[in-house]
C-alpha cells in the first residue's frame, strides 16, 4: 500500500466521491411543501458543480478512522467501512455541501463581493433575483441541520451526530465561516492587513469549514479524542494549503483550466498572499502547509489516510 | 386553580419569562474569535426588544409537560420544573429567538421588505449596511444550532436535543419560515392569492416556528407522542390566530401602543386576513383559532397549562 497516492490517483477518487455526494444530495432537498421558485433557486447553484472537496474530506476521513479502528480485522464487505454507516455519513457530508453552496450565493451578492457569475454561469441573484437568492441560501443553511439530524435515523448513535452538529454550526457560525467573511469584507479596499490578520481572516473563512469536514467525518465514525485532534489538525493546515494555493490561482492560473475568471482578487483589492508575500514565499508557504497536514495523519496507516496525505499534496500541486 | 389565566397575569407571565429569557440570552453569543463589528451587529438586533414569545413559548411548554408528567408529586423546589432541566431548556429557547431575530433582520433587507425602521429604531442594515446585515443573520442562524447542541452539556438527553434540533431545522428552513417568507414575497403586488393560499403561507412564514416553540418544549422535556402532538396542535392554532390578530392590527392598531408603525401592509399591497375577508370576518377566525389553541390542551391541567390557554385569548383579545 503506497504511503501517499500520486495526483492521479486523487483526482479519480475525488471524481468517484463526487458522484456518490451528487446522487445523494440533489434528491435530499426534495421535502413536500418547499415552493418551487425556491427550490429551483436551491438547486440551481447545489447543482453548478464543483469539486465537493468538503463531503469528500468527511467521508474519507470517516473512512480512515474506521480503517485504523479495525485494522487487521477482515470486513466482510470488502470495503472497510460499512455500509449501513456510510449511509448516514453521506447523509451529513451533503449537509456540509450545502453549507458551502449557501455560503459561495450570499458571498456573490451585490452587498457582497458582487460577482455575476460563478463557475461560468451567473451567479444566483442574477438568475433569481436578490430576494430570492438570499432565501436559497438561508435555506440551504437551515435544511442542512436537518439532513444533519437524519444520520440519527440513518443508524448513528445521536451523541455521535449531536457533537458534531454542535462542531458544524461553531465551524460555520460567527466565530467561524460567517466572522471569517465579514473579516474578509473589512479586510478589502485600502486597508493594511498583516499577515497574522489575514491568516487568521483565512482559517476562520475557508479553513474553519474544511477542518471541521476532518473532524465531523471522525466524530461520526466515533473515533477516539486523539484521532479526531489528528484529523482536525489536518483540515486546518490541508484548509490553509488550499487558500493559500486558491490565491496563488487567481495570480497565475488559466481561466479555462480553472473553470472561473481570474485577477480578480487584485481587481477588488482584496488582501491575499500573494498581495502581501509575492508569488514565491506563498508557494512555499503553501507547501509547508500542506507538509504539516501530511505529518498530522503520522499515527494513520491505510489506503484512505494515503488519499489524504496525498490530496495535501495535490492541493498545491495545483499553483505550483 | 384558574382553568385559563387572565390577560394581566398573562402579561405578568411573558414579562418574567422575558427577563430571565434576556438575561441568558445576551451572553450567549459572547464566545471568543467572533469579530466585534459582527458581534454588535447580531446584539443591536437581539436587544431591540419585543415580547421574546417564541422562547416564553418553548419554556412554558416543556414545563406544563413537565408538570403532567409529576402531577400529584410534591416538587422538592416548590416549582413544576427542575432547574437544572430548565436552564438547559433556556438554552434552546434563546436559540429560538436568535432565530427569530435572524429572520427579521433578512425581511428588512431592501431587496425583501425594505423596511429603514423595526420597533422604532433604524432596521439593521439602515445601521450596519447591507452586508454586516446579512452576515448578522446569517451568525443568528448558524450559531442558534450551536447553542441548541449545548443543552446536552447542560444535562439533558443527546437523543431529546437531536430530536427537537431536527424539527427546529424544518420548521425554520425550505418547508417553513424560509419558504414562507418566499410565498409572501410571490404574493405581494398585483396578484390574486385565494384564502387557503394566503393560510398554507402564514403558517409556514409564522405558524411553523410557533407550533415548533411549543413541540420543542415538549420534546425537550421527555413528552411522549400525545402530549408532543398537543402543543404542537395548540401552537399551530396560536401560530394562526397570532398571525390573523396582527394582519388586523396591521390595520387598526394604535402606532404608540404597538411600538411599531401600522398601514404598512396595505402599503406594500401584502395579502392579509383583512384584505380578503374583511376586518370582522378576519376577528371571527383569530377567534375561532384561539379557540381551537385552547381545546388542544384539553388533557392539561396545571397553571401552566392555563397559562398557555390564557395566551391563546390574550392573543386575540389584542386585536378586539
Redo the contacts between chains.
Keep these: 500500500m503506497p504511503e501517499e497516492c500520486a495526483d492521479a490517483q486523487v483526482e479519480a477518487a475525488l471524481e468517484t466521491l463526487a458522484r456518490r455526494v451528487e446522487d445523494c444530495l440533489f434528491g435530499c ?1 426534495r ?5 418551487e ?3 429551483a433557486a ?1 438547486e440551481y447553484s447545489l447543482r453548478a458543480g464543483g469539486k465537493r472537496l468538503r463531503p469528500a474530506l468527511c467521508l474519507i476521513s470517516a473512512r480512515a478512522c474506521s480503517e485504523e479502528t479495525r485494522s487487521g480485522e477482515a470486513c466482510s464487505d470488502g470495503g472497510c467501512f460499512g455500509e449501513e454507516a456510510e449511509r448516514a455519513v453521506l447523509l451529513f457530508a451533503c449537509a456540509l455541501e450545502c453549507i458551502h453552496t449557501y455560503s459561495l450565493i ?1 458571498d456573490d ?1 451585490p ?2 463581493d458582487n460577482d455575476d457569475f460563478r463557475r461560468g454561469m451567473p451567479s444566483n441573484h442574477k438568475k433569481f ?4 437568492a ?2 436559497a ?10 439532513l444533519m ?2 444520520c ?1 435515523d440513518a443508524g448513528l448513535p ?2 455521535r ?3 458534531a ?2 462542531a ?3 465551524a ?5 465561516m ?2 471569517g ?3 474578509d ?2 479586510y478589502t479596499g485600502d486597508v493594511e492587513v498583516r499577515l497574522e490578520e489575514l491568516a487568521a481572516m483565512q482559517a ?1 473563512k475557508t479553513g474553519a469549514m474544511l477542518r471541521l469536514s476532518c473532524e465531523a467525518g471522525a466524530l461520526l465514525s466515533g473515533a477516539g479524542p486523539e484521532k479526531t485532534a489528528a484529523l482536525a489538525s489536518y483540515g486546518e493546515a490541508l484548509g490553509a494549503a488550499f487558500q493559500i494555493a486558491d490565491d496563488i490561482l487567481d495570480v497565475t492560473g488559466d481561466p479555462v483550466l480553472l473553470g472561473k475568471g481570474v485577477g480578480k482578487d487584485a481587481a477588488a483589492r482584496k488582501c491575499t498572499y500573494p498581495a502581501l508575500l509575492g508569488l514565491e514565499k506563498s508557494r512555499i508557504e503553501a507547501e509547508r502547509r500542506a507538509k504539516q497536514a501530511v505529518a498530522a495523519l503520522e499515527g494513520f496507516s491505510g489506503e484512505n489516510a494515503a488519499l489524504l496525505k496525498g490530496l495535501a499534496a495535490y492541493i498545491v500541486s495545483r499553483a505550483r
Tied chains: 1, 2.
Design positions: 432537498l421535502a413536500p411543501g418547499v415552493p421558485g425556491l427550490l436551491m450570499h451578492l452587498a457582497m433575483g436578490e430576494a430570492s438570499i432565501l441560501g438561508d435555506g440551504l443553511l437551515t435544511d442542512a441541520f436537518a439530524t437524519r440519527a445521536a451523541t451526530v449531536l457533537r452538529v454542535g458544524t454550526a461553531r460555520a457560525g460567527s466565530a467561524g460567517v466572522g467573511q465579514f473579516l469584507m473589512l476562520m
